[in-house]
């Protein structure tokens, strides 16, 4: 099975290429390269978690509109097992 990197990277190429299924217009494309740039420009990635960075604890409503806590997640096992599901 091929990485999340590799995924997205293909994706990428996929969606940028005007193909279907997303026919995005160069304009688009255009826009949202640009807007990429300017949010690299105000260096938001220097203050970004990193691979490996503690997040801080959080409280966010679930589908069902219900409070579900980070801590109580994490008590189930690590953040990265809660998408495995993905793969």
Do not use: C
């Not at 688009?28 to 990193?50: Q, S």
């Not at 069902?64 to 998408?83: C, F, I, K, N, Y």
Request: net charge negative.
């Amino acid at each position: 099975m091929s990485s999340l990197q590799d995924r997205l990277d293909e994706f990428k190429r996929t969606f940028e290429s005007g193909a279907p299924p997303y026919n995005a217009p160069r304009a688009a494309i255009e826009t949202m390269h640009r807007a990429t740039a300017e949010l690299k420009a105000t260096g938001i990635e220097d203050v970004a978690l990193k691979i490996g960075d503690r997040a801080p604890s959080f409280t966010l409503l679930n589908q069902d509109r219900v409070e579900v806590a980070s801590t109580d997640l994490l008590s189930q096992g690590p953040a990265s097992a809660w998408g495995s599901h993905l793969n």
